[in-house]
């Protein structure tokens, strides 16, 4: 399991936010397992600094560093420390991610500042700052991670524009990060998260899930796990070739509208 030897890698918001294993989580612990030295980076420096002791005990090399990567100086931080501490810049995970209601008739206006800022300036100033990092070091992979909600919307009673909003954004982010990058032998990919269980999801309770898991085609539930071999892949020379693709991970939920009951 050395898919990811000699790499450096920064995954942001990397600790789960409760019990069970985010998404963020899944990926730092499978891009340590598979060799990389990763820098987890959380507001919560408590939080970062369990998940470290986790990968640690598991053989693994990852540091904690605080940060609130929708400041840009906090964010220049991030990659200097990662330098500074491993030498090299090669992966840029972007996991930062919250939620937010509100229709476009209902949201409140302080609400869609706040998520636009956590779940997509905080993705452009990670970029901004790795970027040169990693053009020194002649190349990486940059994945973000996007939701089903920013490809084909998200219902609900009280509405969530801005966060459908920003995951679309960061479809269309990826894109242009692909296409302004390659020559620099800088690969941007989207991960399209549906609807697996992770400590984000988890006050939906068990009747939620179970209305989850039969959404899905697959009618199975996807976990931070299924996230995480998606990223060590976009991550690893194995998709050395893959470059401005959004990969849905979702138990078929995009690609497939209808399946025998």
Not at 127 to 138: E, F, L, N, Q
Not at 182 to 190: K, S, V
């Amino acid at each position: 399991m050395a898919r990811l030897t000699g790499k450096v890698a920064i995954v942001t918001g990397a600790a789960s936010r409760g019990d069970g294993v985010g998404n963020g989580a899944a990926a730092a612990i499978l891009f340590a397992r598979e060799g990389a030295k990763v820098v987890l980076v959380n507001r919560d420096l408590e939080r970062s600094r369990v998940l470290e002791a986790q990968i640690r005990d598991d053989g693994g090399d990852a540091t904690a560093f605080a940060a609130n990567v929708t400041q840009p100086e906090a964010a220049e931080a991030m990659a200097a420390f990662a330098m500074d501490r491993y030498g090299r810049l090669d992966i840029l995970h972007n996991n930062v991610g919250i939620g937010g209601s509100g229709t476009a008739e209902t949201v409140d206006l302080d609400s869609w500042d706040k998520v636009f800022q956590t779940n997509l300036t905080s993705a452009l100033l990670s970029c901004r700052a790795c970027i040169p990092r990693m053009r020194a070091g002649g190349g990486g992979s940059i994945i973000n991670v996007s939701s089903t909600a920013g490809a084909v919307g998200l219902q609900g009673a009280t509405g969530a524009v801005a966060y459908v909003a920003t995951k679309a954004g960061l479809q269309g982010m990826t894109l242009s990060l692909a296409a302004d990058f390659a020559a620099d032998g800088i690969r941007a990919n989207c991960l399209i998260v549906g609807t697996v269980a992770t400590p984000m999801v988890a006050h939906l309770g068990a009747e939620g899930r179970e209305r989850r898991r039969k959404a899905v085609p697959l009618q199975t539930e996807g976990t931070g796990w299924d996230v995480g071999w998606a990223a060590v892949y976009l991550a690893s020379d194995e998709s050395r070739w893959v470059t401005g693709v959004m990969l849905p991970i979702d138990g078929g939920f995009l690609a497939v509208r209808a399946w025998p009951r």
